[in-house]
């Protein structure tokens, strides 16, 4: 399989923060496609999943509330509906498994669903609940298809980082605050540093195969990801004006829905990254490397893209949610 080898540099890409959905998916074709999408019913996954099924991809959307995925998908008739809570590991696995049943290849999967700076809680392990359900829940799933992934030949997996991850590194030795204080903006902080850091361990075992892996900065986008939040904090991002309404400003990284969903979209679908993969990318490019202090501006954080975090973040996931196998897809 030919690689590329991309720097964590931007490129020459035709577009730009300001590129939205239907931009980016403008001459994009998915005939023939499968492709699944976590948190694929509001924000900016139902987003991701109209557009990839209007460009012919079939689509599967696990969902934790059939109900409330079936009522804002219910006019996509290329779109599927399936059961699947992602901080349930069975779940996840009885998920997966109807999907192998089907024999199909799986050529994208976009891993969107997410939680944010939520009250603090552990899953029935004891792990704490955003790196439970950010990155290990989406680990188990990715694991579980791995077979239908590895079966297309040519895919790609895109998980949702976030500008959060400059709040926090991975905290290998109290990933859980069991010492700690709990402080949920840097939990958050280190579940979004290891959605990016998985990227990077996924993709080094699947280039071989064709199978490459992103992550992304989608955007400031005020959306369901912030029902923890109150509305102080909320009014202390900025994104509302002075009568109320939201701000668009791509510029600031305060972005639509439909911008928000378009680095997602170019990281599955561009035919500039054919090749390429273990990357950050965002505003429809990929991201600079920028340095570890340097706080709510543009780009990736060194711990956030280090080959040998992502080696360490890999072993702890292994030890906490399974081995990552490949089994083959009978």
Same mark, same amino acid.
């Not at 955003?130 to 077979?147: C, D, E, K, S």
């Not at 992304?216 to 202390?236: K, N, W």
């Not at 709510?296 to 975090?309: K, L, N």
């Given at each position: ?44 996954? @139902? ?18 509330? @059939? ?7 219910? !006019? ?16 996840? /696995? ?33 792990? /704490? ?73 996924? !993709? ?27 509305? /102080? ?98």
């Amino acid at each position: 399989m030919h690689t590329t080898i991309f720097p964590q540099a931007p490129i020459a890409s035709p577009f730009h923060a300001a590129s939205t959905a239907a931009d980016v998916m403008a001459d994009i074709r998915l005939d023939g496609k499968h492709a699944i999408v976590t948190g694929g019913y509001s924000g900016l996954g @139902l987003e991701m999943v109209r557009s990839l099924a209007r460009a012919g991809a079939q689509v599967t959307v696990p969902a934790r509330d @059939l109900a409330r995925a079936r009522q804002a998908l219910d !006019d996509e008739p290329n779109v599927i509906v399936d059961a699947m809570d992602l901080a349930d590991p069975a779940s996840i /696995e009885a998920f997966a498994g109807r999907c192998l049943a089907m024999r199909r290849p799986l050529h994208l999967l976009i891993n969107s669903a997410g939680v944010m700076a939520t009250p603090f809680a552990r899953d029935p392990r004891g792990v /704490e609940w955003q790196f439970a359900v950010n990155h290990l829940g989406h680990f188990r799933l990715t694991a579980a298809l791995w077979p239908a992934l590895l079966e297309a030949g040519d895919a790609r997996v895109v998980s949702m980082s976030s500008r959060g991850h400059q709040l926090a590194p991975v905290d290998f030795d109290d990933v859980s605050f069991v010492r700690r204080p709990y402080d949920k903006w840097i939990a958050y902080g280190q579940s979004k540093t290891a959605n990016a850091l998985f990227a990077v361990g996924l !993709d080094r075992r699947g280039r071989v195969a064709g199978v490459r892996a992103f992550s992304v900065h989608p955007g400031s986008v005020l959306g369901p990801l912030a029902r923890h939040l109150t509305p /102080e904090e909320i009014a202390a991002f900025g994104v509302h004006d002075a009568d109320g309404g939201l701000v668009v400003a791509p510029e600031r990284d305060l972005k639509t829905p439909a911008q928000g969903a378009a680095t997602a979209l170019w990281c599955a679908t561009s035919p500039l990254l054919q090749g390429v993969g273990g990357l950050y990318c965002e505003d429809c490019n990929i991201a600079p490397l920028a340095a570890a202090g340097d706080t709510g501006r543009s780009g990736v954080r060194p711990w956030a893209a280090d080959p040998a975090q992502a080696e360490r973040l890999w072993a702890l996931s292994e030890q906490l949610a399974g081995k990552f196998e490949a089994r083959p897809l009978t």
